[in-house]
């Protein structure tokens, strides 16, 4: 059953309305029963009265405001519990009360909105900040690089690895690798060999906002410890054999991979897809060598239509129906020469 609200005009509590409120009870310090009783203005129960009818003395969350509604007791070193006064009444006139609830109310709005500054709505210019100040760290061997475009900045954080050109032993290049991009917004977008992790189970990516340096600082640590899917197979190895395949594409650097590899691995070499598609070569390759592939035979491709393939059954079809014909033929011309026979006897 439902306590009945002792404040004026209040209804929580009675049958006239099914709404459900929480209810605080009259407290029992004397002080702070004075306070509600000037402000409800009504009379209290003392502290000589029972125990029971003092529960049912109470008071609904409608007339306190949301900051004022403590769902824990916070002790201080003497012992005393911190309270609050209602206030939310029709034609309350104790302006000493109204007073101090807004100062309270006041002080509590700052002390929120500069905790969400100082902890939580990180700037594109802190970040920057930090950087310049080296309190920020990126992993070993990668380097950043502020960039703007249209009248928008962006950090690029990448990593580096050295790759030997083609035909060129002793020659090499840079490749980045790795790519996180910090645009102004507080967005981040991670590269790998040039193409977009729109969705990975091994990273921790905030779809909203980065909130700190140390989400940050966390991010870039994991993608430096994740390893790079190898593909499937390198351009050099053989482009006859990968230049059908229709799940692959050619990276950067010219491996082929498939088209929905995860470019991110954490305790392997090779994610699954590339892997499968690694061993459909390693097949072909087995079939073609059958052939000699080095000789002047190869593959060819016919693309077949629609209306060669409906062609192709309906002559199969009349192939079958002319067979079961010449057959029953053939039986119906047994048939005679065995009639003839029986009627010349």
């Not at 209290?44 to 009818?53: A, E, G």
């Not at 760290?137 to 900045?153: F, G, L, M, Q, T």
Request: aromatic share 8%; glycine share 2%; net charge positive.
């Amino acid at each position: 059953m439902l306590r009945k609200c002792i404040a004026p005009g209040c209804t929580t509590g009675y049958k006239s309305n099914s709404e459900k409120v929480p209810c605080f009870s009259v407290p029992s310090d004397e002080k702070i029963a004075k306070l509600w009783q000037v402000a409800l203005k009504r009379s209290i129960l003392d502290q000589k009265s029972t125990l029971d009818k003092k529960k049912e003395q109470v008071v609904c969350a409608n007339h306190f405001l949301p900051e004022e509604i403590l769902w824990k007791k916070d002790l201080f070193y003497n012992g005393k519990i911190i309270g609050t006064v209602s206030n939310i009444y029709i034609n309350f006139e104790n302006k000493e009360c109204d007073i101090h609830a807004k100062h309270i109310r006041a002080n509590s709005t700052k002390d929120d909105a500069n905790y969400v500054n100082e902890n939580v709505m990180l700037t594109f210019d802190e970040v920057l900040a930090a950087m310049s100040n080296k309190t920020f760290h990126v992993p070993a061997n990668w380097e950043y690089r502020i960039v703007s475009c249209d009248n928008a900045k962006a950090i690029v954080f990448y990593m580096y690895k050295y790759l030997s050109l083609k035909n060129f032993s002793k020659w090499f290049t840079l490749e980045s690798v790795k790519k996180v991009f910090l645009l102004n917004d507080m967005k981040l977008t991670v590269n790998v060999m040039r193409r977009p992790v729109v969705e990975s189970n091994l990273l921790d990516i905030r779809c909203e906002r980065i909130t700190s340096l140390k989400d940050l600082n966390e991010i870039l640590f994991q993608i430096d410890n994740l390893n790079v899917c190898k593909g499937a197979i390198n351009v050099s190895d053989n482009d006859l054999v990968t230049s059908d395949y229709a799940l692959t594409y050619k990276d950067s650097i010219g491996t082929w991979r498939h088209n929905k590899c995860s470019l991110l691995v954490a305790d392997s070499e090779i994610c699954p897809l590339c892997s499968n598609v690694k061993r459909s070569i390693q097949q072909k390759r087995r079939r073609l060598n059958g052939f000699n592939i080095h000789s002047d035979v190869k593959r060819i491709r016919l693309a077949v239509s629609l209306p060669q393939i409906i062609q192709y059954f309906i002559g199969m079809r009349m192939r079958q129906h002319a067979i079961q014909i010449n057959s029953e033929k053939e039986k119906l011309n047994q048939m005679k020469k065995k009639h003839a026979k029986f009627n010349t006897s």
